[in-house]
T-cell receptor, first 115, second 110 residues
Framework: DAGVIQSPRHEVTEMGQEVTLRCKPI?????LFWYRQTMMRGLELLIY????????DSGMPEDRFSAKMPNASFSTLKIQPSEPRDSAVYFC?????????????FGPGTRLTVL | GQNIDQPTEMTATEGAIVQINCTYQ??????LFWYQQHAGEAPTFLSY????GLEEKGRFSSFLSRSKGYSYLLLKELQMKDSASYLC???????????FGTGTRLQVFP
């Protein structure tokens, strides 16, 4: 079975540009999570969805970040405009939810560099 | 709020046993997870504890004491491929999100 799929795997952009990260969760998983990982702050949850509905976006740093989940098999995380401090690895994860243990399975991540 | 504490780094020798501790402070605890993350890769699930006691899975075991806010991950018969970061994560009741510790970087030497 395919795991969580993310694209692109690497993104290098210039400050001020728009960046869109994409995620396809594991089929049948109702929950989707977006994380950001840096050396300084570790792994931080940005936002998560249940059945395509955003449940908690308290981790989204500021208005420059937005996330959507138009259907059960696709989500995007957009940064506009991007800044150098946004440089990090962004992970998407999915799960069946707490009723099934709640184990989250992570995609390979997108390494974002903003120059 | 929640505090999750883990040692930053540990070293061990191939074939040995190592214990990685995690302490947490949270209201409404609803499960603790351990993940392994090799450099440049995604975290992968290792274990889950929601009740007190020991869960064993091959060379890896995880222990939980809810009253003490304490967990450990025990790795036996260490192999070089066990060199990685180990992340402890806590889930609260009435939420589905995990709060991760900063991770413990384990280096295994021959």
């Amino acid at each position: 079975d395919a795991g969580v799929i993310q694209s692109p795997r690497h993104e290098v952009t210039e400050m001020g540009q728009e960046v869109t990260l994409r995620c396809k969760p594991i089929s049948g998983h109702d929950y989707l999570f977006w994380y950001r990982q840096t050396m300084m702050r570790g792994l931080e949850l940005l936002i998560y969805f249940n059945n395509n509905v955003p449940i908690d976006d308290s981790g989204m740093p500021e208005d420059r970040f937005s996330a959507k989940m138009p259907n059960a098999s696709f989500s995007t995380l957009k940064i506009q405009p991007s800044e150098p401090r946004d440089s990090a690895v962004y992970f998407c994860a999915s799960s069946l939810g707490p009723g099934a243990g709640g184990t989250q399975y992570f995609g390979p991540g997108t390494r974002l560099t903003v120059l | 709020g929640q505090n999750i504490d883990q040692p930053t780094e540990m070293t061990a020798t191939e074939g040995a046993i190592v214990q990685i501790n995690c302490t947490y402070q949270t209201s409404g605890f609803n499960g603790l997870f351990w993940y392994q993350q090799h450099a440049g890769e995604a975290p992968t699930f290792l274990s889950y504890n929601v009740l007190d006691g020991l869960e064993e899975k091959g060379r890896f075991s995880s222990f939980l004491s809810r009253s003490k806010g304490y967990s450990y991950l025990l790795l036996k018969e260490l192999q070089m491929k066990d060199s990685a970061s180990y992340l402890c994560a806590v889930r609260k009741v009435n939420t589905d999100k995990l709060i991760f510790g900063t991770g413990t970087r384990l280096q295994v030497f021959p």
